[in-house]
Antibody, heavy 114, light 112 residues
Framework: QVQLQESGPGLVKPSETLSLTCTVS????????WNWVRQPPGKGLEWIGC???????NYDPSLVSRVTISVDMSKNQFSLKLKSVTAADTAVYYC????????WGRGTMVTVSS | DVVMTQSPLSLPVTLGQPASISCRSS???????????LNWFQQRPGQSPRRLIY???NRDSGVPDRFSGSGSGTDFTLKISRVEAEDVGVYYC?????????FGQGTKVEVK
């Protein structure tokens, strides 16, 4: 059964770059698409973007100028970079598989603070 | 962007009674391949979201049959035939037909 695990720093300073990785175990990166979703404290789910296994990406328009999602098939991982972060980027960040988000990671809390 | 509007946002329920959540989209969710990519997720307190229903009415493996999804076009419903204590949480609809993917605001289901 496929499992997803997010990893990365839990604290990022304002104006710096948030970097997270999602490791896929028990299954292959191909032929799926892979998503990042976030949830600010006490709020709802926000789709950030996704990447397919050949590297095609789509991003939320509100974040497109700051976000990059990449995939490393050799490591069965995909990654999120969000630059120029502010307190508004504080959230639990989830990775999820496929167009319909059939499998989710447990999430990782990222706080933006100096 | 496609706006997903859920109602109600809060749903107090009596255990053993039915519950229903509405989700309306600002555009049709029928994709060019004929499928309608409308999904429902459950998020229990302190947990990550879990997909319950995909493509309007298909229940995921392990999801109790008291959960059902229906609808078409822009109007969709999630029904719980008899609410159990483990159903407490927030339910989200999400469309995966159009870019960007968008979620509803969430409906909090709680026991009266």
């Amino acid at each position: 059964q496929v499992q997803l695990q997010e990893s990365g720093p839990g604290l990022v300073k304002p104006s710096e770059t948030l970097s997270l990785t999602c490791t896929v175990s028990g299954g292959s990166i191909t032929p799926y698409s892979w998503n990042w979703v976030r949830q600010p404290p006490g709020k709802g789910l926000e789709w950030i973007g996704c990447i397919d296994y050949i590297g095609g990406t789509n991003y939320d328009p509100s974040l497109v100028s700051r976000v990059t999602i990449s995939v490393d098939m050799s490591k069965n991982q995909f990654s999120l970079k969000l630059k120029s972060v502010t307190a508004a980027d504080t959230a639990v960040y989830y990775c999820a598989r496929s167009r319909s988000l059939d499998t989710w990671g447990r999430g990782t809390m990222v706080t933006v603070s100096s | 962007d496609v706006v997903m509007t859920q109602s109600p946002l809060s749903l107090p329920v009596t255990l053993g009674q039915p519950a229903s959540i509405s989700c309306r989209s600002s555009q049709s969710l029928v994709y060019s391949d004929g499928n309608t990519y409308l999904n429902w997720f459950q998020q229990r307190p302190g947990q990550s979201p879990r997909r319950l229903i995909y493509k309007v009415s298909n229940r995921d493996s392990g999801v109790p049959d008291r959960f059902s999804g229906s609808g078409s076009g822009t109007d969709f419903t999630l029904k719980i035939s008899r609410v159990e204590a483990e159903d407490v949480g927030v339910y989200y609809c999400m469309q995966a037909t159009h870019w960007p993917r968008t979620f509803g605001q969430g409906t909090k289901v709680e026991v009266k």
